[in-house]
């Protein structure tokens, strides 16, 4: 996965700390931001499982850590549930300045709460979708329900939330209790998603069912049965993701592009940004790119990634091929091929060249598994120089170029 560790600034001036995730073989139709849960960061197990699923489907996930939290500047103490939102706010200003505005917010346990509030300030959001998410926001106090009364009689107090230490002011509270979830939900008219497990201990089941009924259509609830709190388990995480990514696509769905047509053995189509090249091979569709150090972007192979991955996968079927037909206890062919261009000097072999030419230069190890005897293997070695690429690659070719006439 291909990821960057970026920082922004909040509306107080502190410096967030977040990771900006990519899909691994394109670049990202569309942006989410992915919330975490109260007193979490950005790197918890649930946080990093869906943001993957996401990018596997096209999507670019900004996750972030709230101010006071994991590595970002601030003071916990000095945060509420209305900064959270804030921070949310500050995160989709950072995409829209630096990428694109985002169109999907993800949120889990009062991040969800979270992110339905920020949704009902960004226009460019299109869906939003919450993990194990209380129904109102006040609803994390019974995580403080020792220290409440503290809180109250004397403005603040030290809490124990997830075995680490957390200094909680009657701000916080107070700020909670303000808040009116059933109004925002009423008014937001955005697509929404629940995910939410029936064992959820930390906030039960009835809270989804209450962020359903008040939510306006369209809106879904899926049953993450058998998960806690926290999607702990990578299967759960994953699951998740894979849904909400599923779900996304109807509401901020992937740009449809024109599949290449041809009568030719293959097609290749580049257009005017970067280097990667859509193939069409048959039925096969396939990506070709550069590296990044040369200017592209590394969603596929390059070409002469290709030509050696060629040259080995017509080597491995060849050794097969007469194997089987020589019922050889051949079970097994790996092939490992590097190229390069070496002077003829450096090939003993290219006498017939200038010395000061450069040429092609493809050097291939071959491991056999299977119970061969040496004769055997010895013939199989002979064998794989007879491989039709290999021949191919040996003799003089000839390319004829012609302009294809376009209607």
Partial sequence: MRSQKVQFKNANGYTLSARLEFPPDSH???????????????????????????????????????TGLGESEGDFEDTNFTSNVEDLLAASKFLEENYEAPKILIGHSLGGAAVIFAASQL????????????????????????KIEDIEDNGIANV????????????????LRSKDMFTILKNLKKPILVLHSPQDSVVTIENAAKIYHAAFHPKSFVSLDGADHMLSKKVDAAYAGDLVASWMARYVAPPEKEKLQTDAQVAVRLGD??????????????????????????????PYQYLSSALGACTAMTLQMYARRKKWDLKEVKVHIDHGRKYVDDCNECVE??????????????????????????????I?????????????????????ATV
């Fill in 28 to 66: 990202p139709y569309a942006f989410a931001i992915f919330a975490h849960v109260f007193t979490g960061n950005k790197n918890l197990t649930a946080t990093r499982h869906i943001s993957r699923s996401l990018t596997q489907h096209g999507i670019g996930v900004l996750r972030f850590d709230f």
């Fill in 123 to 146: 226009e460019s959001i299109k869906a939003v979708a919450t993990v194990g998410a209380p129904s109102e926001p006040e609803h994390v106090t019974h995580l403080l329900s020792s």
């Fill in 160 to 175: 124990s939330i997830g075995g680490r230490n957390f200094t909680i002011k009657k701000q916080f509270l107070d700020d």
């Fill in 273 to 302: 940004i970067g280097f990667t090249t859509e193939i069409q091979a048959g039925a096969h569709g396939l990506l070709a790119d550069e590296s990044e150090d040369v200017g592209g972007d590394d969603f596929g192979p390059s």
């Fill in 353 to 382: 060249f200038s010395k000061e030419v450069k040429i092609d230069h493809f050097e291939r190890e071959i491991e056999l598994v299977g119970n061969l005897d040496e004769e055997q293997i010895n013939r199989l070695l002979e």
């Fill in 384 to 404: 794989a120089d007879r491989c039709p690429v290999h021949r191919t690659l040996n003799k003089e070719v000839r390319i004829i170029t012609k302009l294809k």
